[in-house]
């Protein structure tokens, strides 16, 4: 059974974003990746294996970096799909759906990377309504 804490994620998030980790269907890799589960997520450690993993594939990214990339995905129409799975099979797709965990990962991983923010970020945001 999945733990639903954030000591359970930090040793786990390397072998899940390197691929070691397989799910056996998209409904359990949802139940996993449903981020706002976790409560007591322990952010920092979450940032810090995902530096670790970047700096271990020689591919480090800036926060500023990360911060454009991921208005990039939220303003391709692709994106949208690519979220259908990680809903539960009742969630309807809506922009409010899709905006909700982004905003959460944005505001509760992203800004906390190391580096300075991108400069267009107020804009982006305002742009998307995350104001």
């Avoid at 890799?29 to 271990?56: H, M, P, Q």
């Avoid at 944005?106 to 991108?118: D, K, M, S, Y």
């Amino acid at each position: 059974m999945l733990k639903r804490t954030g000591e359970y994620l930090s040793p786990v998030l390397p072998q899940v974003l390197s691929g070691e980790r397989k799910f056996e269907s998209p409904e359990k890799l949802a139940k996993f990746a449903r981020v706002r589960a976790f409560s007591d997520l322990n952010t920092a450690r979450i940032v810090e294996c995902f530096g670790l993993y970047l700096d271990g594939g020689g591919a480090p990214i800036s926060r500023a970096q990360a911060e454009q990339r991921m208005f990039a995905k939220l303003a391709a129409p692709r994106f949208m799909g690519d979220i259908r799975p990680l809903l539960a099979p009742e969630e309807k797709l809506t922009d409010d759906i899709v905006r909700k965990p982004f905003v959460t990962v944005f505001e509760r991983l992203i800004t906390i990377l190391p580096g300075e923010p991108w400069a267009k970020t107020p804009k982006m945001k305002e742009k998307f309504g995350m104001d």
